[in-house]
């Protein structure tokens, strides 16, 4: 009887076995370049099959590190500071990638605080943290703790001299009077109370009597706390009795306003109910639906020519033509090419201009874009040696107008050109 040489035959992969004519190719990925001295971090290979489908073979592999990190079952463990090549082997096909190991991380708490004293039972509560890694790059696994008990874990991963914030998210579950002491790695933050529903209580709201359909818009909670510490309850918010946002807010002892935000993509001329709950108490207001709002390009006022060097205003009338007030970025560029940009808000029927001082060392003609984010319009100015220095060119929008932009040269002219507001 013949035996079956399945080593001579077969390979296997992290998944199933396959024959070793069937890979046509391997490649290896680390999940970072560095890493920390001590630290771990995983390699993945992955082998193309002959049908042209990949497996991974990361546990399976025949691997050669160089001696100054260990590479097992798809783990690197780096033993020593220096760079080396990773090799990766299976069923004759390789690939390398390099790896440097350098200092090991020292990620450490810095500054740590609770959002609040005391929580409505059934509310979560939020701890924020701060890490700083004044060694090399690396991660480290962080511990929110309540009464001695995990509750959240963060990875905190940092690049060498980096610092990062995290917070960490709890609902404590115990009954109304229970007191828990809260750390984070160790370092105290003090205590929570859970406290019973109705702590906190609605007062008012306020919401805008127009929204634009599909634009954002804000509405506000006035909450009031009838005891003597920071307590943290539930926000819901429900848009035609719909629950749409679930928050918890910090509300101080002597009351808080809550601000939050929404959009909906009800047709205008509608209307739309929104709700506010705490708790079991809820209050509602309507708002009619508007068109939303629509900064556009109305106006244009720059010299058709000027001389090289002479400074020169650009200058772009925008009008939010929608419903409701509004907010957009008025961007000046150059074949694509940001240059200068200012943020402009505008209630509905109102308009704003805006004036770019430019200047231009080379002759010849400049092309410049001005764009919202519903209109753009592009314009240009021409540079010569005898300039016309009456000409001026008062657009009404159409292509051609002049704009808030200055091109090519602004690169190194918008280190002297000011943004200014006209009234």
Known sequence: MVEFDFNNFWTLTDDYPVLEWQVQDLSITLDDSTVGEGQQMGVTVTLTLDD????????????????????DSGVVDANQQGTTEITATVAGQSDSVELEVMEPPNIELEDATLDADAVVEGSP???????????????????????????????????ADDE????????????????????????????????????????????????????????????ENAADETVIDTVEYELESQTVITEPVAVD?????????????????????HGVTVDDETLEETSQVTEPPSFDVTDVETPVDVEPGDEFDLSVTIENTGGVEGTQSVTVSDNGSEIATEELTLEADSSETISLAVSEDATGEYEYTVATDDD???????????????????????????????????????????????E
């Open 52 to 71: 042209g489908s990949t497996v991974t073979a990361s546990e399976v592999a025949d691997y050669d590190a160089g001696g100054i990190v260990d590479v």
């Open 164 to 223: 990062t914030e995290v917070d960490f998210e709890w609902t404590p579950n115990g009954p109304v009077g229970t007191e828990y002491d809260v750390s984070v790695d160790g370092t105290d933050l003090g205590s929570i109370d859970v406290v019973e529903s109705g702590t906190v209580s609605l007062a008012d709201i306020s919401v805008p009597e127009e929204v634009g359909s599909g634009s954002p818009y804000e509405f506000t909670a006035d909450l």
């Open 376 to 422: 753009e319009t592009d314009a240009t100015v021409t540079v010569s040696e005898e300039a016309d220095d009456d000409g001026a060119d008062d657009s009404d929008g159409l292509p051609g107008f002049g704009a808030v932009v200055a091109a090519g040269a602004l690169a190194v002219a918008v280190a002297v050109a000011t943004l200014r507001r006209r």
């Open 125 to 159: 509560l939020t701890a924020t943290a701060t890490y700083e890694n004044d060694g090399g790059p690396g991660s480290h696994t962080a511990e929110l703790t309540a009464d001695s008990e995990v509750v959240d874990t963060q990875t905190v991963s940092l690049e």
């Open 253 to 273: 002892p002597d009351g808080s306003t809550a601000i939050l935000g929404y959009e909906t993509d009800v047709d205008s001329g509608l209307t739309v109910v």
